[in-house]
């Protein structure tokens, strides 16, 4: 078992920068692929971001290239979300999912893809 737990999420002005992070406990997080997802009020779930177990493989979906950075620290058991030059349309609960992995630069972008999720932490971006 995986537990995990987000912070960071909050209000902020368009422009703005947030950094999340999905604290895990339980069974080894560094055994962990890591995805973030987030949904919006009446869309559908969507993927953010992705990194392997051994941080050497890391994926973003397409729209979100150079404004979002994900990062691991193993040693704290713990997975960030560096969010920069925010726009209300990244208004969203964040999530973040875990799933343990043999080979160290497996990920995957798809969300049925993890077994272990966080409640998720609530992101509005002002305009």
């Known amino acids: 078992q995986v537990q995990l737990v987000e912070s960071g999420g909050g209000l902020v002005q368009a422009g703005g920068s947030l950094r999340l992070s999905c604290a895990a406990s339980?069974?080894?997080?560094?055994?962990?692929?890591v995805g973030w997802f987030r949904q919006a009020p009446g869309k559908e779930r969507e993927f953010v971001a992705a990194?392997?177990?051994?941080?050497?493989?890391?994926r973003y979906a397409d729209s979100l290239k150079g404004r979002f950075t994900i990062s691991r620290d193993n040693a704290n058991n713990t997975v960030y979300l560096q969010m920069s030059s925010l726009k209300p349309e990244d208004t969203a609960v964040y999530s973040c999912?875990?799933?343990?992995?043999?080979?160290?630069?497996?990920?995957?972008?798809?969300?049925?893809?993890?077994?272990?999720w966080g409640q998720g932490t609530r992101v509005t971006v002002s305009s």
């Open positions: 999912a875990a799933q343990p992995t043999t080979y160290g630069t497996l990920l995957n972008s798809n969300y049925g893809w993890y077994d272990y």
């Open positions: 339980g069974r080894t997080f560094s055994s962990c692929a």
């Open positions: 990194i392997s177990k051994n941080g050497g493989n890391i």
